[in-house]
C-alpha cells in the first residue's frame, strides 16, 4: 500500500466520521434484483464500520436478512451536490449480537432514538465494508480497500465513557472553548458525546439550534494519554 493509498483511507474515514446519517441501499426481496433506498442514521464504531438501528419490520432489513450486500452513501447537503465530497461505503451488513455495548454511544448521537431502542424488535446492523469509494472534491476520486480505510482496535474504545464523564464534569470551560476556537461557535453549553482515534464530538447549542461539532486530531489517538495530550493541546491554541 503506497502513502497516497493509506492517506486517501484515513481521509475517506475522518470524512464519515463527521456526518451521522446516510442513504442505505440494500438489495430488494421483493421486487427482486432491483436496488431499494432508505434514510438511515448511523454510527461509526472505533475502526471505522458504519453500525445502524433497524427494526426487524423495516423492508431494508428482511432485504438484508436475505442478502448482506448494501452499500451506504454519506453526503452532507451543499447547494451544488456533484461538487461535494462523498463517501460511498460498499460491504455487508450483520446482526450484532449485543445490542448493549454500543447503545450508549448511539444514543448520544441519535436521542431521537431512544424509544425505538428500547424496543425488542430493533437490533444493531454493522456494515463491514468491501470496498470503499471516496470523492474528496473535484478530481479527487479514489477506490480505497478495507485496510487502507479501518483502524485497528485501541485501548481508547474502552476509556471513552471514562473520558467523557471526565471532560463534561470538570472541563466544560474548555469544550466551549473548542467550540469557539475551531468553529467560531459561541456556545454556554457544550456536551462532548463521543471520542474516537480521529477526534471527537460535541454537542452545542448555536443560535438556538442544537449542532454535533467535529473536531479532529492532528495524528491518530490510541489511548487515554495521547488523548489527554491532545485535548490538552487544543484547550492551550484555544487560549492563545
Known sequence: MSAAEGNNGDAARRFVR???????????????????????????????CPVILIST????????DADPRVSLIVQ?????????????????????EDKSALGPRYLRFHPQAESYFAMHDFSFYRIDPVRIRYIGGFGKIHWVEPA????????LMAREDDILTHMNSDHAENLRAYCRYAHAVETTQATMIGIDP???????????????????????VTDARQAREALVALAQAART
Not at 447537503?77 to 446482526?95: I, K, N
Not at 480521529?198 to 491518530?220: H, I, S, Y
Open 57 to 64: 419490520l423495516a423492508e431494508h432489513t428482511k432485504n438484508i
Open 18 to 48: 463527521g456526518q451521522h446519517s446516510g442513504a442505505l441501499s440494500t438489495i430488494s426481496k421483493r421486487v427482486e434484483g432491483f436496488p431499494f433506498g432508505s434514510v438511515a442514521p448511523f454510527i461509526l464504531d472505533q475502526s471505522g
Open 198 to 220: 480521529d477526534g471527537f464530538d460535541v454537542r452545542c447549542e448555536d443560535a438556538g439550534e442544537e449542532r454535533v461539532l467535529r473536531f479532529d486530531f492532528a495524528a491518530p
Open 76 to 96: 452532507p447537503y451543499s447547494p451544488d451536490m456533484q461538487v461535494a465530497g462523498r463517501v460511498t461505503v460498499l460491504g455487508h451488513a450483520r446482526r450484532l
Open 148 to 155: 487502507q480505510y479501518l483502524m485497528p482496535e485501541t485501548e
